[in-house]
C-alpha cells in the first residue's frame, strides 16, 4: 500500500511493501538538498499540509502552499482567530462537524467560493504523488496519517480504497514508542578462505546478535536486507634504488 503522511508543512508518501518495510530509495538519498548515500526509505515530499497557505493568484488559479505557517498554525490561522488562509481554515468550512478551531470565524469570510476550487487542487497535488510511488498502473490501497490527513478527500483517483485509521493523528508517536529494533553490520570482509555465503552467514549472526544487544527478543529476530558489493584490490610493488 501507500503510505500518505500529512503534516502541517508537507506530504509525505512512501510505498510499503507487501513484507510490510518500506521500499528503499533505489541510488541515493538526498536530506535537506545534500545527496547522501545511505539507505534512506523512498519517500515523495510535495508542499502540502494543514497549515499551507491558499492564495488565489492574479490569474484565478488557486495554489496550496508550498509555503505554511507551520507552528503557527493555532495563532495565524481563520479558524483561530488570525487573518491567514490556511487548508484547515478550508477544510473546516467543509466539514461542519469539525471540533477544530471556531468554524463560525471561517463563515464570516468569502473563502465559501473557492471551496470546491481547494478540494480540487488537494485531490489533483495527492493523486499525482501517489501515482509517482505507484510501481505499477494498477490501484492501490493508501493508508492516510499524520495531523493533517483531515485535509485529504475520502476517494482519490488510483486508489483501491483510501483508509483513515482512528488515531491517525498520531500514527508518528505510535511509531516511533512501537519501533522495532534493529542490527546494522556495515563490515569488509576477506573471501580468500570462505566462499561469500559462509561470509555472509556469519555477518548475519553478527547482526542478528547486535539486535539483541540493542534490546530485541532473540525469537523475534530476522535478517531483512543483505548487501554484496565486491571490492577489488590493486597492489603495486615498488622497488627502490640505493
Do not use: C
Not at 467543509?94 to 476550487?117: A, F, Q, V, Y
Amino acid at each position: 500500500m501507500v503510505v500518505v503522511d500529512i503534516g502541517g508543512t508537507t506530504t509525505d508518501v512512501g510505498l510499503l511493501l507487501a513484507n510490510g518495510f518500506p521500499r528503499q530509495a533505489a541510488a541515493f538519498s538526498e536530506i535537506s538538498g545534500v545527496r547522501t548515500n545511505f539507505s534512506y526509505p523512498d519517500v515523495r515530499s510535495i508542499g502540502l499540509g494543514g497549515g499551507s497557505i491558499v492564495r488565489r493568484q492574479d490569474d484565478g488559479g488557486l495554489t496550496i502552499g508550498p509555503d505554511s505557517l507551520g507552528y503557527q498554525l493555532p495563532q495565524k490561522a481563520i479558524v483561530f482567530g488570525g487573518d491567514v488562509a490556511t487548508a484547515t481554515d478550508y477544510t473546516v468550512l467543509g466539514e461542519p462537524k469539525s471540533d477544530i478551531g471556531d468554524r463560525s470565524l471561517i463563515l464570516k469570510t468569502d473563502l465559501e467560493k473557492n471551496l470546491s476550487d481547494f478540494k480540487a487542487v488537494v485531490k489533483k497535488m495527492l493523486e499525482r504523488a501517489i501515482d509517482a510511488m505507484k510501481t505499477s498502473a494498477g490501484d492501490i490501497p493508501v493508508l492516510l496519517v499524520g495531523g493533517g490527513a483531515i485535509i485529504a478527500p475520502d476517494e482519490l483517483s488510483g486508489a483501491s480504497k483510501v483508509v483513515k485509521p482512528e488515531w491517525s493523528g498520531v500514527a508518528n508517536a505510535i511509531g516511533a514508542a512501537t519501533a522495532r529494533v534493529s542490527g546494522i553490520i556495515d563490515t569488509i570482509e576477506s573471501t580468500e578462505t570462505k566462499i561469500p555465503a559462509q561470509v555472509m552467514e556469519e555477518i548475519s549472526k553478527r547482526a542478528i546478535q547486535k539486535a539483541i544487544e540493542n534490546g530485541a527478543k532473540a525469537e523475534t529476530v530476522q535478517v531483512v536486507e543483505t548487501d554484496h558489493l565486491p571490492l577489488q584490490v590493486s597492489i603495486e610493488l615498488l622497488e627502490y634504488q640505493r
